[in-house]
């Protein structure tokens, strides 16, 4: 793709002479392109990159420059990094499997099941068996492809549940969803709700501590053998909210995640069996939310799914006007897609019929196909 006429144009200025300074890239402004003309494909989908951004972090802080591809091509030949350049841009494109119904289109839609009383979000809505049960069957109806079942709130300031009362919410739940045909992932970090979970029929599991909120869930879920979501999550529930701070937060909430990653191919659970969240508003400011979900489409990098859950959250009330959680709904389809024009490939979203609607309307007028948008070289 290099041509020989290319230079490193405007990453010129990015060195990497600090020592072990580690090297991040972000696809810039994705667009549409089915027939593949232009550019690279992101995680091996219909959208596609011809800009990126180099992000080096080493001792000194933080040094970003963006340009074209061939221009980073030749910056990292120059600078003597090409070789792990090149390996990023690998791991940027490759095609990787998405959790849920096969034959479900792309993002695909996670429908909330709360069997709470006390969540963020519906609280107390769904908290009876028989109603949560109704609201999962409602959330099929309206083109959910996979039904999030969880028994115990991760609210901030939420109390901690015992795996016994979160099981005894969720089980009935699961057994009758999953026998009416969907498609179930637990949403628990114990390792016994998540094992007794999938012999009720869930066949996917969803940690928002990426299973390291108990000793026993990497091992159960690496013997599972069913697709694992690993979300990122600073400090716990109760007071993740006090004060969170980060060096960067998208750069560190993707080392977390790819060292979760590692961890768990290290105990037998492959990267193609993972899917990656940057658990949005849990231990982040609304700052911290807007910048890490500027950042999607880095997230790619590491080779798995992205799933993104930005559905009635706190931050959207932050950035707007103090909204109570079921008066969201307009903040929460804006954040859905602007990870989407990143390429998220799992939305994970309480109102899923307006969710549907949005994506529909946001394919057809979104002005990023490239019959009318300039495609940079
Ligand atoms: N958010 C919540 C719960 N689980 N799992 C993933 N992977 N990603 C998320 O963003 C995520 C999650 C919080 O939302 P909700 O279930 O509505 O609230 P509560 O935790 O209060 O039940």
């Not at 083109?143 to 009935?172: F, K, N």
């Amino acid at each position: 793709m290099t041509d020989a006429t290319d230079g490193p144009g405007s990453f010129r200025g990015l060195s990497v002479s600090a020592e072990g300074a580690a090297l991040y890239l972000r696809p810039l402004d994705p667009f549409h392109d089915p027939a593949g003309r232009v550019g690279l494909p992101l995680a091996g989908g219909p959208l596609r990159f011809a800009r990126v951004e180099a992000i080096l972090r080493g001792r000194d802080g933080v040094a970003r420059a963006s340009g074209t591809l061939a221009e980073a091509e030749a910056w990292g030949a120059a600078e003597g990094v090409a070789a792990g350049l090149a390996d990023r841009l690998a791991r940027l494109t490759a095609p990787r499997p998405v959790p849920g119904p096969a034959d479900a289109a792309l993002p695909r839609l996670m429908g909330v099941v709360n069997v709470t009383p006390d969540s963020f979000s519906d609280g107390g809505d769904f908290a009876d068996p028989g109603r949560a049960i109704e609201h999962g069957l409602a959330l099929l109806e309206e083109g959910a492809d996979i039904l999030d079942i969880g028994g115990e709130s991760t609210r901030p300031g939420a109390e901690p549940v015992s795996p016994d009362e979160e099981a005894a919410r969720v089980l009935p739940v699961i057994e009758a969803l999953a026998r009416a045909g969907a498609t179930i992932s637990i949403d628990t970090r114990h390792a016994v709700t998540l094992r007794a979970a999938l012999d009720a029929g869930a066949t996917i599991l969803n940690d928002v501590t990426a299973l390291t909120g108990d000793p026993d869930s990497l091992a159960t879920a690496a013997a599972s053998g069913a697709p694992v979501v690993l979300m990122h999550m600073q400090g716990q529930p109760r007071t993740m909210q006090a004060d969170p701070r980060y060096d960067d937060a998208p750069l560190d909430v993707y080392d977390f995640l790819a060292a979760r990653v590692a961890a768990c191919e290290a105990a037998g659970l492959p990267r193609e069996r993972l899917t990656i969240d940057p658990g949005i508003g849990f231990g982040k400011t609304a700052a911290h939310n807007a910048r890490i979900l500027r950042h999607t489409a880095l997230l790619h990098g590491l080779g798995c799914p992205v799933l993104i859950g930005v559905s009635r959250k706190r931050f959207i009330a932050a950035l707007s006007r103090d909204e109570p959680p079921k008066q969201r709904l307009g903040g929460s389809l804006a954040a859905a897609l602007a990870a989407v024009a990143q390429g998220a490939q799992i939305l994970r979203v309480h109102d899923v019929a307006q969710t549907r609607q949005a994506l529909a309307v946001w394919r057809q007028c979104a002005p990023y196909r490239p019959e009318n948008v300039a495609i940079p070289p």
